[in-house]
C-alpha cells in the first residue's frame, strides 16, 4: 500500500510521464479524492480495488491516459460511476466542464459529496440513465470507460450525438468485434489508439470518433 503522502509524488511522477503536468494544488485534491473514495468504499462497494497501488494505476492513469483527446470545454462522462474518468479528469483541467452521469443512486450520491467536499464549481452530476437525460446544449466531448459496447453506446447517447461532438470510448484489448457490429459510417469514424499507463501491464485503446453521422453539420 502506498502512504498518502507519497500518494502525490508517485501520481505526479507517472502523469508526467504520459505528457500531463498536475502542480500541487491539483495533486493535493486527488489525494482527497483517493481518500473519499477508499472511506465510501467500505460501505457502498465503489470500485473492486481497494489498494492504493492499484488505485493509482488501474484507476487514476488510466482515466488520465484521455487527457490528450478530450475536444472542447463541454464535457461528459458517460456512467460515471466512482468518478472515473469524470472526477480525474474534471480535477486535471479546471477550465473544463464536466457532467458526470450516474444511473445508480448510491454512486451519484458520492459523485455529489466528492463535488461538495473538493469544491469542484466544474462538476455538474446527473442522477440518472444517460438515455433520459436531456441537456440545455450540445457537448463536445463524450467519454464512457467500460460502460457498454461500441453499438451500445451509439443507442444510448444518440439523442446526444452531433457531427461536431467527439465520443470516447475507453477499452481493453484492441475492440474488433465491437468495430465490425457497427454500421460502416460509424466505423469510417472511428480511429483506434493504444494508450499506454505508467504500472499497468494490461492492454489499453482508446476508441475516438469525430465527425459522426446523423447529426447537425
Known amino acids: 500500500m ?14 508526467k510521464e504520459m505528457g500531463v503536468a498536475l502542480d500541487e494544488h491539483i495533486l493535493a485534491r486527488f489525494v482527497d479524492f483517493v481518500s473519499l473514495l477508499r ?10 480495488l481497494t489498494d492504493e497501488q492499484e488505485i493509482l494505476t488501474h484507476h487514476l492513469l488510466d482515466s488520465l491516459s484521455v487527457v490528450p483527446f478530450i475536444s472542447g470545454a463541454r464535457c461528459l462522462d458517460v456512467g460515471s460511476g466512482a468518478g472515473l474518468p469524470g472526477i480525474a479528469l474534471a ?32 462538476v455538474t452530476v446527473f442522477a440518472g440513465r444517460i438515455e433520459d437525460y436531456r441537456p440545455d ?16 453506446l451509439f443507442n444510448m447517447t444518440d439523442h446526444l450525438l452531433h457531427h461536431h461532438l467527439r465520443l470516447i470510448a475507453m477499452k481493453g484489448t484492441h475492440p474488433q468485434a465491437e468495430l465490425d457490429a457497427l454500421a460502416p459510417a460509424q466505423r469510417l469514424a472511428a480511429r483506434v489508439i493504444p494508450v499506454t499507463v505508467p504500472g499497468l501491464s494490461a492492454q489499453r485503446h482508446l476508441v475516438v470518433l469525430d465527425g459522426l453521422p446523423g447529426g447537425p453539420t
Request: proline share 1%; with cysteine; glycine share 8%.
Open 39 to 48: 472511506k465510501w468504499n467500505r460501505v457502498h462497494n465503489l470500485t473492486a
Open 91 to 122: 480535477l486535471c483541467n479546471p477550465g473544463q466542464d464536466w457532467t458526470l452521469v450516474e444511473s445508480r443512486g448510491k454512486k451519484a450520491g458520492f459523485l455529489r459529496e466528492v463535488t461538495a467536499r473538493l469544491k469542484l464549481d466544474n
Open 2 to 15: 502506498i502512504e498518502q503522502g507519497h500518494l502525490a509524488v508517485k501520481l505526479a511522477g507517472a502523469a
Open 137 to 152: 446544449g450540445n457537448f463536445d466531448t463524450l467519454v464512457a470507460r467500460a460502460v457498454a459496447s461500441l453499438a451500445s
